[in-house]
């Protein structure tokens, strides 16, 4: 195997899991089997407990493993699913050298750093290469050389080339050079400190590539290139663009495809790169625009939503259309001294609502509004696992006669919990990794709105990742199915309560109302949308058309 390493510097969030997914990208469009391996340098076990906040949303591989976003990127840009010990943490990694330590595999010997944590991390990344079957492994090491967090990492991954040979190793160092408007000036200072901090540890960078707002004049990629020894057709501009998926094309225009190739002595391949030539096009030049009211309560911290927003860009594409996000705080929605006229009033403009995933009671009531307007208004309706769960309180509410219906998550002592814990769960105490996660089954009813999505019309079981505790609960089912909501899909047999659990609803004479308790969003690619998402746009484009033509 081939191991292509991509450290940052200088500051955090310059993209570096952008630039991995779009270097995997130009490597696949040439045939190579590849795989990446994201390192999170924080002592969590998983992203799973940690606030959107703060870290974005927690992406769900197929295996059930709660990741960091960029495992997302690498799956949506390498059109691959990504093996579960792909998220390496220095959590995952001390617990299992205090785990091996304790069961006498280190008999007789100190356990230290080096070479026992080292050896831990390159363990990993090897396995997760041979999991893929890869040819070429790109790893991804998280936060910004010089933390104190990535040492370890950073050592292991200065190993390998010791290990593995010149020839099968490849560092990419991802850098800064601000521009001073002041001074009309591009300022390459921080690059040439963050290069020698990453060769204080060992590592002497064979491509190196500027995160700038502008692509670099050649005299200042000319001076990069003196201050950091490497050579001038090595430094890459990775300059701001109207859209991730410009990124691949951006860099191939540069020839770093060429030059990862003579580096690690590939092949030299013409790339085919027609579904990111399209998606841009798509993108810069739709047909049709539309715009889609996320309802949500992360709204101030858009990476919260990021697999969901990038569904939505694939579904445009997909109806050759360019799709606006209206964010809607959910929070103002709940608040008491907002009318039903203001609900309308923001969201009348929107030609579809979304209904997003999330837990906590907060801004719930909000998202129980804008579910109610969308169904007495005729708007196409998606909700994603939590906004499956709001139709359901709403229906049951307004239309089974349910007053006070709820969810036991909200409101303990709802007269009628029609979304519960399931008996399987009652008796989980802790958090991390306790959820129904991962791939699961949904056998979708014939004739169905969501059969007809998944290319399934006679019904037929498919598979989506799934990020929940709370279920439907089985004992209100029959009330709301006899007040005129479609249960059009539900998981085969679990625990062997025959119908199984709700997967999936919809209401049949409305435009487009349609929800899931799973995350499809996970699984859309650029090249293969996500069905309910697809559908969602082209309805939401043909509510626009009849508004037009009614006006």
Not at 111 to 118: A, F, G, N, R, S
Not at 129 to 139: D, F, N, S
Not at 452 to 463: A, F, I, N, W
Not at 504 to 518: D, G, K, N, S
Request: aromatic share 8%.
């Amino acid at each position: 195997m081939k191991y292509i390493f991509v450290t940052g510097g200088v500051v955090s969030s310059l993209g570096k899991g952008v630039a991995s997914a779009s270097l995997g990208a130009l490597l696949r469009a040439r045939g190579y089997k590849v795989t990446a391996v994201k390192i999170d340098p924080y002592i969590n076990i998983d992203a799973g407990t940690m606030r959107p906040y703060e870290h974005g949303e927690v992406f769900v591989t197929a295996s059930g493993a709660e990741t960091d976003l960029d495992i997302g990127n690498y799956e949506r840009f390498l059109d691959l699913d990504i093996p579960q010990g792909s998220n390496i943490t220095t959590g995952q990694v001390y617990q299992e050298v205090i785990r091996k330590e304790r069961a006498g595999d280190y008999l007789s010997q100190t356990v230290q750093v080096i070479p026992h944590v080292t050896d831990e991390i390159k363990r990993r990344i090897r396995a997760a290469g041979e999991t893929a079957g890869a040819e070429i492994v790109l790893i991804e090491v998280g936060g910004t050389v010089g933390d104190i967090e990535s040492l370890p990492f950073l050592e292991a991954i200065r190993q390998f080339k010791f290990d593995e040979g010149d020839e099968n190793v490849l560092y990419l160092h991802l850098t800064l050079v601000p521009y001073l408007g002041t001074s009309n000036e591009f300022k390459t200072k921080p690059t040439q400190h963050s290069v020698a901090e990453l060769r204080s540890v060992g590592i002497s960078p064979d491509i190196v590539m500027v995160r700038s707002k502008e692509k670099l004049p050649p005299e200042i990629t000319r001076k990069i290139a003196a201050f950091t020894s490497v050579r001038e057709n090595r430094v890459f501009s990775s300059f701001d663009v109207s859209h991730v998926y410009e990124v691949p094309l951006a860099l191939e225009e540069q020839g770093l495809g060429k030059v990862v190739e003579d580096l690690l002595g590939l092949e030299r391949i013409h790339p085919n790169l027609g579904v990111w030539q399209n998606a841009v096009r798509t993108i810069k030049q739709p047909a049709r625009e539309v715009t889609i009211a996320i309802a949500g309560k992360y709204t101030a911290m858009p990476d919260a939503y990021l697999s969901l927003m990038e569904s939505l860009t694939h579904a445009g594409i997909a109806n050759d259309a360019r799709v606006n996000i209206q964010w809607v705080n959910a929070e103002d929605l709940a608040d008491p001294s907002v009318t039903n006229e203001d609900v309308q009033a923001q969201l009348a403009a929107a030609d579809g609502i979304l209904v997003p995933g999330g837990f906590g009671i907060r801004g719930i009531e909000g998202k129980i509004r804008a579910a109610q307007y969308a169904r007495e208004s005729g708007t196409p309706y998606l909700g994603i696992c939590l906004g499956m769960q709001i139709a359901v309180i709403e229906y049951a509410r307004h239309k089974a006669g349910l007053t006070g219906a709820n969810s036991a998550e909200f409101d303990e002592y709802a007269p009628h919990k029609v979304i519960d814990l399931m008996p399987e769960q009652l008796e989980v105490a802790g958090m991390g990794g306790t959820m129904r996660l991962g791939d699961w089954p949904m056998d979708l009813r014939e004739g169905t709105t969501i059969a007809e999505l998944y290319g399934v019309p006679q019904g037929g079981t498919v598979r989506e990742r799934h990020r929940h505790r709370f279920e439907v609960n089985p004992a209100y089912t029959r009330q709301l199915q006899d007040a005129g909501l479609v249960i059009s899909g539900v998981t085969p047999g679990v625990a062997g309560r025959g119908a199984g659990l709700v997967e999936t609803i919809e209401i049949p004479e409305h435009p487009y109302f349609v929800a899931l308790q799973a995350h499809p969003e996970f699984k859309s690619r650029p090249m293969r949308p996500s069905p309910p998402f697809a559908g969602f746009i082209k309805a939401a484009l043909n509510a626009q058309q009849h508004s037009t033509l009614d006006s």
